[in-house]
């Protein structure tokens, strides 16, 4: 993967994502989550909500095995776009990029079900609150790979957009493996 050199000069300040831009690769498109990662407000939150929705669309048609394959790919896929994406909007980790918390939230609906709308809230809302609140080892997962301000983006930054919501996703699952002891 290239890098994009992120110069301090004006010519190359950080871009903001609207409609064309979510067209004009399709790594923005997959990383802007199909365009949930537009909202002006709380991206996540609403990305997080596209992966809920898409996977109880995804959920009859799949088995265990199609579920693992499908969050592999969709990590390693993510991995790519993410990274590219970032380096396209000149910033190591913008909100706009949701592609993270679908990938884990995906996983943390994957590990719970089956469950009811009640159980499926509350992984929603442990979720969403480890990923904006970014308590302990999810705070080391969001500044691992950060770049500094000047720094090239390339492939770490992009595995580092994904790890966080991973963690948190991990995080997530511990809170709920220990409420049903």
């Known amino acids: 993967m290239s890098t994009l050199p992120l110069p301090p000069v004006a010519g190359y300040a950080p871009r903001r994502p609207d409609r064309r831009f979510l067209f ?87 590990l719970v079900m089956p469950t009811g709308w009640l159980g499926q809230l509350a992984a929603f809302v442990l979720f969403r609150l480890f990923d904006v609140a970014k308590p302990g080892p999810v705070a080391w997962g969001d500044a691992r790979y950060k770049a500094r301000a000047g720094s090239p983006i390339g492939a770490r930054q992009g595995f580092g957009i994904l790890l966080d919501d991973l963690v948190a996703a991990l995080c997530t699952l511990i809170v709920i493996a220990l409420w049903r002891l």
């Open 24 to 110: 004009e690769h399709p790594a923005h498109l997959i990383a802007l989550g199909f365009g949930s990662g537009l909202s002006p407000k709380a991206a996540g939150t609403v990305g997080t909500l596209w992966a809920w929705a898409a996977f109880l669309l995804m959920q009859p048609w799949l088995n265990d095995w199609q579920w693992a394959a499908v969050l592999v790919l969709s990590f390693v896929l993510g991995w790519w776009a993410c990274t590219r994406c970032a380096q396209a909007l000149r910033q190591s980790d913008p909100s706009a990029i949701v592609w993270d918390e679908i990938v884990a939230f995906w996983l943390v609906l994957w």
